[in-house]
């Protein structure tokens, strides 16, 4: 008999490789099928038809990021933009996830927050920041009187990588183009890109999250308009690190002053 504690870490091994649907209630022995397959003897009635599983088609990451320019450049709304990500081809990533995540919260706020990934439950429920990490990320921003009724939150990647793990540069710079428009179409006055991954999609440069955080810059997105930007920790990467939360408060203060400064309209916070 297998103790609970084994139990659990044989369960978080499977999650952190990526393992989160149970498809069957019993085990299967594939080596038996294996075998079962290579039995060539005639069969009684004609087989069934299996549909084959949508394979990602082969596309340079070249022809990938002109191809989502060109699609990108043709929404003129959100829901067209939406329509076009469906649409797109040109990130395997599609081919893996469960559901598009492309947007939430108010697409006419002044402020935009741009993440990483979806993860599991992201992916699951079709939102962005919904699981554990997204919820971190509302309660802190909660406290300075942001939440999504007066914010819009989407990501650089709009389908789960497997296994949560981090998007490839490949993967960004095809997405890339669809990132720029889904910023033109909501035109915001205020970016924030949560995490290192945004940050150095947008803002490019050899700089990581460390020295990028905290300090807004200027930014002027594709279709021209100016903006300001600042980059924020990921709550994911606070969940393994509690230390760095100090830093985050920090930012989130120097965001409420600079936000209120200009005008945002603000809710009480906690």
């Known amino acids: 008999m297998i103790d609970s504690q ?20 019993r085990p299967h022995n594939r080596f038996c099928e294996v075998e079962d397959t290579l039995d060539l003897a005639p069969a009684a009635s004609a087989p069934e038809k299996r549909i084959p599983s949508p394979i ?17 450049r043709s929404a003129q709304t959100l829901a067209e933009l939406k329509g076009a990500l469906l649409a797109f081809e040109g990130c395997a990533l599609k081919y893996t996830a469960t559901n598009l995540v492309f947007g939430d919260g108010n697409p006419k706020a002044r402020v935009m927050l741009i993440g990483e990934a979806p ?14 990490s997204g919820q971190l990320l509302d309660k802190s921003l909660a406290a300075i009187g942001l939440t999504r009724q007066n914010f819009y939150i989407t990501n650089i990647i709009p389908w789960r990588p497997p296994g949560n793990r981090q998007p490839t540069p490949a993967e960004s710079e095809a997405c890339l183009p669809f990132v720029q428009r889904h910023i033109d179409l909501v035109s915001p006055d205020f970016l924030v890109l949560v995490g290192g991954t945004a940050t150095k999609t947008l803002l490019g440069g ?3 999250i460390v020295r990028l955080r905290g300090s807004w810059k200027d930014y002027t997105s594709e279709g ?19 230390g760095q939360k100090r830093e985050v408060w920090l930012d989130l203060i120097k965001i409420k002053h600079t936000l209120r400064e200009a005008g945002v309209e603000l809710g009480q916070g906690l």
């Open 6 to 25: 084994t139990l659990k870490t044989l369960l978080s091994f499977y999650r952190d490789a990526g393992v989160d649907e149970v498809i069957s209630s």
């Open 56 to 72: 990602a088609p082969l596309i340079s990451p070249k022809v990938a990021h002109e191809t989502a320019y060109v699609a990108a």
């Open 119 to 132: 993860g599991a439950d992201e992916d699951r429920q079709g939102f962005p920041f919904v699981g554990q």
């Open 206 to 208: 050899r700089e990581g």
């Open 224 to 242: 021209g308009k100016k903006m300001k930007v600042i980059a924020i920790f990921h709550p994911a990467y606070l969940l393994r690190s509690p």
